[in-house]
Each structure stands twice: as structure tokens, then as C-alpha cells.
């Protein structure tokens, strides 16, 4: 076990420094597949010793180790939150195939938090490759029951919601609404309605304490993506707990 254990946290180290790369990159249009990581300060190309996750950061104490220039703590905070979730998903689902579908939804929705918080989008390109992945899950790998229930929870959540943001005059993001759309095809019906229900919960939250501090004015945009991810997570690691408190009518 605990070699499995070192494995998903190593995964998860690795996979959390790509996801950055690919959360700044995607949206502003740079290539992040073959193009070589620089200090964001100095531009200075940085070698293989300053690219371990976190240890990285810590040998250096947060700086760039060209310029001297203080580096964000939320590349460390992404590959340690990614790091930890990819090894309670070994935890809740072991060596089954449940746990491939839960590193997706994991993987994803780590991205699109970065890029929410970041430009306040959600690149069609990332959900487009996650939901190309998860319909050859959901059709050859690993089809639900009843197999079609995925395929209705994302067309309906898409269909509903995108009314939904038609009707609001854009209180709702296209990008939300298709991240929703993908996130059906992991969850399924139920799921994703419980997705919907703490995602709204998360967000109304958020939002009130951006705004009572201040950091929120009103009319201004809020991003929502970092709700939903979060909801996608407690449903996909307690959802089961969480119905069980539903009382049976």
C-alpha cells in the first residue's frame, strides 16, 4: 500500500506542475507541449533543477533563481492539492476503474479552476479533451447503469443551463455551462444534479464573502468554475454519504 501510495503522490506532484503550465498557457494562446518553461519576471529559461515540484520552490525559498523575484505560492499550492487529491482518490477507489474516471474529473477540474481564477475562462480546447476522454471511458471502458444516463445528463445540463444563461443576460458563463455538459458524462443524472445544488451553494457562499470583504463589487464578474470544482470533489469523493442522508420517501 504504501508504494501505491508514493505512486499517486508522485503523479500527483508531476501531473500539478503540467496542469499549471497548462491553466496560464491555454488561454492566452502559447504553446505549453514543446515550448520550454521561463521565469514569468525575467524570462529567463528555466533549467531541469528548477522544475521539481515544490522542492523546487523550497530550495530556492520562493524565488526565481536567476533574478531574485518572489515566485507565486500557487504553483506549490496547485501540485500539493493535486498531489493530495489523486491520493484520496487511490484511497476511495483503489485499482478499479472508477478511479481512472476519478483522476479526470480531478484533472479537469483542477484546470479549469487555474484558468477561471486566472482570465476568467474556460478554454473550449480543455473541455473538449476531457470530454473526448470520457466518452471512450463512458462507451468502451467503463459504460454506466443504465448506459445512456451520462449521455442524458450532459445533454440535458447543457440544454437547461444554457437557457438558464440566455434568459439571466449572462449570469451564467458558456464556459460553466459546458463544464457542467462534460462533468454529466462522469456523474451521470444524479449526480451532476447534486454537483449543480453544492456548486450553486459554494459559489452563493464565496460570492457574499468576496463581497462583504470587499474584494467583490457589485455587477462585477465572479468566477464560478472554482465552485463547481469544488462541488465535483465532495460529491465525487462523499456523494454516496450525502445521498444516504436524503430521507426516503
Not at 499550492?77 to 493535486?82: D, K
Request: charged share 10%; with cysteine; hydrophobic share 55%.
Amino acid at each position: 500500500m504504501l508504494f501505491d501510495v508514493i505512486v499517486f503522490l508522485l503523479l500527483g506532484l508531476v501531473l500539478g506542475s503540467f496542469f499549471q503550465v497548462v491553466g496560464m498557457r491555454v488561454p492566452s494562446g502559447e504553446p505549453f507541449a514543446w515550448s520550454r518553461s521561463v521565469c514569468p519576471h525575467c524570462r529567463t529559461t528555466l533549467q531541469a533543477r528548477d522544475l521539481w515540484p515544490v522542492l523546487s520552490y523550497l530550495f530556492t525559498m520562493g524565488k526565481c533563481r536567476y533574478c531574485g523575484t518572489r515566485i507565486s505560492g500557487q504553483y506549490v499550492l496547485v501540485e500539493l492539492s493535486t498531489a493530495f487529491l489523486f491520493v484520496l482518490a487511490y484511497f476511495r477507489y483503489q485499482f478499479t476503474l472508477d478511479t481512472m474516471l476519478a483522476l479526470l474529473v480531478l484533472s479537469l477540474v483542477m484546470i479549469v479552476t487555474i484558468t477561471d481564477l486566472r482570465y476568467m475562462r474556460i478554454p473550449n480546447a480543455i473541455l473538449l479533451f476531457f470530454a473526448s476522454c470520457l466518452l471512450l471511458i463512458r462507451i468502451f471502458v467503463a459504460p454506466y447503469d443504465p448506459w445512456w444516463d451520462p449521455f442524458l445528463a450532459a445533454l440535458l445540463s447543457f440544454s437547461v443551463l444554457y437557457g438558464v444563461m440566455i434568459m439571466s443576460g449572462g449570469g451564467l458563463g458558456g464556459g460553466d455551462v459546458k463544464l457542467f455538459a462534460v462533468l454529466g458524462l462522469a456523474f451521470g443524472l444524479w449526480d451532476l444534479l447534486l454537483v449543480f445544488f453544492l456548486s450553486t451553494l459554494f459559489g452563493t457562499l464565496s460570492s457574499l464573502a468576496a463581497f462583504a470583504s470587499g474584494h467583490l463589487k457589485r455587477g462585477q464578474a465572479f468566477p464560478f468554475a472554482p465552485s463547481i470544482a469544488l462541488a465535483g470533489i465532495v460529491v465525487l469523493f462523499i456523494g454516496d454519504w450525502l445521498w444516504g442522508l436524503y430521507p426516503v420517501m
